[in-house]
């Protein structure tokens, strides 16, 4: 297992932009791939997005198609999710996971981070 700590995560006006950290400690980095995931209140979680561990695939929800961007950068250990362009219906509490290689699901998950989006 990797542990995983989420950051950036704050109130915000619509329209606006933030950036999401996920920190990473305890495994190399680049053996795995990494994703992103949100819950509402009364909502069950949702895939928000992906990138592959060499950092040259990502993979978006249609509703955060255009506005969110997933990066990473192994040596710092660090995945980033960046979002403009922000709307209420975007309030969530949003998780960073972890996949090792040679696995088919995601087994390490951080405590989350709370982003509001006020209108």
């Known amino acids: 297992q990797v542990q995983l700590v989420e950051s950036g995560g704050r109130l915000v006006q619509a329209g606006g932009s933030l950036r999401l950290s996920c920190a990473a400690s305890g495994r190399i980095l680049n053996n795995y791939y990494m994703g992103w995931f949100r819950q509402a209140p009364g909502k069950e979680r949702e895939f928000v997005g992906s990138?592959?561990?060499?950092?040259?695939?990502?993979y978006y929800a249609d509703s955060v198609k255009g506005r969110f961007t997933i990066s990473r950068d192994n040596a710092k250990n660090t995945v980033y999710l960046q979002m403009n362009f922000l709307k209420p219906e975007d309030t969530a509490v949003y998780y960073c996971?972890?996949?090792?290689?040679?696995?088919?699901?995601?087994?390490?998950w951080g405590q989350g981070t709370q982003v509001t989006v006020s209108s």
């Open positions: 990138i592959a561990r060499s950092g040259g695939s990502t």
């Open positions: 996971a972890a996949r090792y290689y040679s696995e088919t699901d995601f087994g390490s």
